[in-house]
């Protein structure tokens, strides 16, 4: 496998498993693109790789928006398409992706000025939506999401040149210990960690229900959590968690009767626009990577109400 000299990030070759410091920012343009989070909040964000903003949203919006993802997991029309993930041994759909070219309200939600004002801020620039998904995982049955870095799988399978890219959770149900809460390593966007294994062509096929390329290996996996913690985040529902794309983070299976949902947009920096996937790879598709689309999005004028 030919590998390139010029390539921060280099993962998923023939060599064994390493830890790459970072070498781009984490917060651009000194964090003052935009002003939607205050100096301390952007230091924390820089700090821990993440920030949990509660209380975002109103019971009747995370209510509206909760209807909507509920009506869309299970209209016909929906499930059948390739946007619609099933989870692994069952028909029970675990994730739709693009979920916001899919649905008006989750649209509305992208463009919201609590959230994209954020990802200017943090980004340092205008940005579009690289991916967006509603995550279901639903009481008793939902599955695990392993450990991974966003960015490592971007970068490889659809061409992210930099960590220049953030996702924005939307709660729109209460997260606890026992329903499967996504985890975080505070600190750990400042490592890449390079994989081991080289990937199959449409790999995304099997990857979006069970991940088995790009998965980062026990001892990095360690070194990290020793470095900076585990930390689970729980929050009422209307909460919004915004982590950087390279972001060590997974969740665990749910077990409890207490379903959980989020709605996902990954916002990526309009200078960070998608080359062609790494190795020769075949490009994923767009509801999963956007390359047709670089528009920067149009920030709605006021925020979305419940009856939008």
């Not at 952007?42 to 995370?62: K, Q, T």
């Not at 960015?151 to 659809?158: A, L, S, Y």
């Not at 994989?195 to 790999?203: I, L, N, R």
């Amino acid at each position: 496998m030919s590998i390139s000299m010029s390539d921060l990030y280099e993962s998923r070759t023939d060599r064994g498993s390493a830890i790459i410091a970072r070498q781009d920012p984490v917060v651009y343009e000194g964090g003052t693109y935009a002003d939607a989070l205050s100096t301390e909040q952007v230091c924390d964000y820089n700090r821990d790789g993440f920030i949990l903003l509660e209380n975002v949203f109103s019971e009747e919006e995370v209510e509206s928006l909760l209807d909507e993802v509920k009506r869309l997991s299970v209209d016909g029309d929906i499930t059948k398409r390739e946007e619609a993930i099933k989870e692994p041994g069952s028909d029970a759909v675990r994730s739709i992706f693009r979920v916001h070219a899919l649905s008006q309200k989750v649209n509305q939600l992208s463009r919201d000025p609590r959230l994209i004002h954020v990802a200017r801020q943090i980004l340092g620039s205008e940005v579009y939506i690289h991916q967006s998904r509603a995550n279901m995982k639903p009481g008793f049955k939902g599955k695990e999401f392993y450990w991974h870095s966003d960015f490592e799988t971007w970068h490889v399978e659809d061409g992210m040149p930099s960590m220049r890219a953030l996702s924005c959770s939307v709660l729109l149900t209460d997260n606890n210990e026992c329903n499967g809460p996504l985890m975080l390593m505070p600190g750990s966007h400042l490592q890449f960690i390079s994989c081991q294994g080289q990937t199959p062509d449409e790999h995304y096929k099997q990857s979006l229900r069970k991940q088995e390329y790009g998965v980062p290996d026990p001892l990095s996996l360690q070194l990290l959590a020793e470095q900076g913690g585990i930390r689970s985040v729980t929050a009422k529902a209307g909460s919004v968690v915004f982590f950087d794309c390279n972001t060590m983070h997974g969740s665990a299976s749910n077990i409890s009767p207490w379903p959980r949902a989020n709605v996902f947009m990954v916002y990526n920096s309009v200078h960070n626009t998608l080359n062609p996937p790494k190795y020769g790879l075949t490009p994923r598709p767009d509801y999963i990577a956007n390359r047709s689309d670089f528009t920067a999005l149009e920030p709605l004028e006021t925020p979305m109400t419940a009856e939008a």
